[in-house]
């Protein structure tokens, strides 16, 4: 759960959730016990209003993992949209694909596989919506292939930018130090950033928000 918020205000926000999908609810559960990391159910429906808001017609998620944000984004598309999401993992690439199919919308969503670093350069099309959620190594290259396939007015939302809460502590234990420093430079580069209209919502483990300018 959340270490950005109090554990009253996440206490509160629990008790006032809505009933989810019962497969939403099972890849919830089955991330916790394998400890697969998704998306924060807080991020997630934040993820889907936007989806709603902006009602994108192409899509791309940089991590797909078991495809438990891949379907709440394709979940809330209109028809003939498209999201594309990008794997390297075997493994989650087959989970996916059958989380997928039991959510029936494979029509609407197409797995890339393989590695977002060779992917992404080789993409011809642009989007109106782009996920970053991947290594976060892979962070700022992912960064800038991202904002060459975003369109003008197109929102980059990219996960994790408080980093557990460690981004804004004082003191980082030690097996958290490196994955600290990059989340760090990585807010400076967002935050300040020619290409973007920028900010960083406390919202789940930390949401970036982007608007192409
Ligand atoms: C945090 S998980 C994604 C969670 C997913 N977006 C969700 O919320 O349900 C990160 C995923 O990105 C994949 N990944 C990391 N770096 C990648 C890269 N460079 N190319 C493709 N996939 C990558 C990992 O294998 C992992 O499955």
Redesign the pocket.
């Known amino acids: 759960m959340s270490n950005i918020l109090y554990d009253d205000q996440v206490k509160y926000l629990t008790f006032l959730r809505n009933e989810s999908k019962s497969l939403i609810k099972e890849m919830e559960i089955y ?1 916790a016990k394998n400890k ?4 924060d159910w807080m991020s ?1 429906e934040f993820l889907e209003q936007l989806i709603t808001i902006i009602n994108p017609k192409k899509v791309l ?10 379907i ?1 984004i394709a979940s809330k598309l209109r028809k003939k949209a498209l999201l594309d999401t ?4 075997k493994n ?1 690439i087959k989970l996916a694909k059958e989380y997928i199919r039991r959510a029936k919308l494979t029509s609407s969503i197409n797995i890339l596989e ?4 060779e ?1 992404m350069p080789c993409l011809d099309k642009k989007y109106d919506l782009i ?1 970053l ?3 976060k190594e ?1 962070y700022e290259k ?1 960064f800038h292939y991202s904002l060459m396939l975003l369109k003008k007015g197109g929102v980059l939302f990219v ?2 930018l408080l980093w557990h809460g460690y981004a804004a502590a004082k003191s980082v234990p030690e097996s958290y130090t490196k994955s600290t420093k990059i989340i760090r430079e990585f807010n400076k580069m967002f935050m300040n950033s020619t290409e973007l209209q920028s900010t960083i919502l406390s919202i789940g483990d930390g949401i970036g928000l982007g608007v192409k300018l």
């Open positions: 991330a697969v990391p998704i998306l997630a998620e940089i991590g797909t993992a078991i495809g438990y944000s891949s709440r990008i794997e390297k993992s989650n393989g590695d977002a670093l992917i996920f959620d991947a290594d892979d992912l996960d994790n």
